[in-house]
């Protein structure tokens, strides 16, 4: 389980001095009111004219969690993407996650169509980039494995683990 409290005083703005208010205020809740309770403003990640919140989970490990009930497309992980350019966003039990990239190395690059193009990496997965999502999306189909979604410079990219 997931220590609430220590991300609240790692990543909440809460200081050694609130542990007992933090205690008090958490106590009875589930984890997802907890984390709500935690996080900063959702106005901080606002897309699409939605309040959506960030909390880190575990170390590496950051969570987006809407306000208001909302259904994860594959356009709102590459919107979320866009704001967090560094990180792979991804969805895992019906609950969106992002964590850093980390060590990239190409070792290959074919062309699949002109704006389109699949590179194989390293460490075995492959990704799909080009400037159009649902270009990105049709290829993927062809492939089987976990979807991490990213964007950076206007490029949409999709990681296949």
Do not use: W
Request: negative net charge; glycine residues 6%.
């Amino acid at each position: 389980m997931t220590d609430i409290k220590l991300l609240a005083l790692k990543y909440g703005g809460y200081t050694s001095l609130d542990k007992v208010y933090l205690d008090q205020l958490l106590a009875g809740r589930s984890e997802e009111e907890q984390l709500a309770l935690i996080t900063p403003p959702p106005s901080v990640l606002n897309l699409s004219g939605k309040s959506f919140g960030f909390c880190y989970e575990k170390e590496g490990l950051g969570r987006i969690f809407s306000e208001a009930e909302e259904a994860i497309t594959a356009d709102l992980l590459f919107e979320i993407a866009q704001i967090f350019p560094h990180q792979l966003v991804f969805e895992e039990s019906e609950k969106i996650y992002m964590k850093a990239i980390g060590e990239e190395e190409v070792v290959s690059v074919e062309n699949l169509t002109a704006l389109t193009d699949l590179e194989s990496l390293a460490d075995g997965r492959k990704r799909l980039k080009g400037y159009s999502q649902e270009d990105l999306l049709q290829e993927a189909k062809a492939y089987t494995g976990k979807l991490y979604f990213r964007s950076e410079n206007r490029t949409a990219m999709l990681y296949i683990d």
